[in-house]
């Protein structure tokens, strides 16, 4: 009966050796596969959104009226995508303005619809902010006297395409919506009173 206990009890060590290295030695199909997927910007370079994004633009750009600055700047990124993915065999599509551009962003970012702000969140992910009117953002910490004049000016209002860059895709837990009336800058205000709000750049070849 021992010889039958000790030869089954091998026998259960022998299996759990053999699954154990099975586990070990098998390849990782979830890196194999993300490592053999081909990212699209390797393919098309730096500064281009991606195919899904592109029909999120054109849907974007079908609700403007041809040749104001929201359209062109929207059309001028579609274009750019189809170019850098196709033969390239003509020449590179125009360059919109970047003042141009600047007043595009801002109308766009003014929308408080899903399609709005989806197409922010793709050109902020995958071309940068460089031509939007807002990028990067203040913390201010409450019960600070030189900003409760400006705090308590603050217009409350819904969630804008513009807050997509100072929550990153977040939706932080009890923030209100809040607009700087001067320059249209997004703010967040937090429980505990902390505001977050936007840094407005200047228009590309303004006095500001």
């Not at 993300?34 to 390797?42: F, G, I, S, Y």
Request: a positive charge; one cysteine or more; aromatic letters at 8%.
């Amino acid at each position: 009966m021992d010889l039958v206990l000790l030869g089954f009890g091998f026998l259960v060590v022998c299996g759990a050796i053999v699954v154990l290295v099975r586990v070990v030695l098998r390849p990782n199909r979830r890196s194999d596969a993300m490592v053999r997927r081909p990212d699209w910007r390797t393919l098309w370079g730096p500064g281009n959104v991606s195919a899904s994004g592109v029909r999120s633009l054109r849907r974007l750009a079908r609700e403007y009226e041809e040749g104001t600055p929201a359209h062109r700047v929207l059309m001028e990124l579609v274009a750019r995508r189809e170019w850098a993915g196709g033969p390239r065999t003509g020449p590179r599509p125009p360059e919109v303005d970047a003042g141009m551009r600047w007043d595009g962003w801002l109308e766009i970012m003014g929308r408080s619809d899903r399609l709005a702000r989806r197409c922010v969140r793709e050109v902020r992910t995958y071309v940068g902010s460089g031509d939007f009117p807002f990028g990067g953002w203040e913390t201010i910490a409450p019960g600070q006297e030189q900003t409760a004049r400006w705090a308590s000016g603050l217009e409350p209002c819904g969630r804008m395409a513009a807050f997509e860059l100072i929550d990153l895709g977040a939706k932080p837990w009890g923030a209100k919506c809040f607009v700087d009336p001067r320059t249209g800058a997004p703010v967040l205000r937090y429980r505990n009173g902390t505001l977050r709000v936007a840094d407005r750049w200047p228009r590309p070849g303004s006095a500001e």
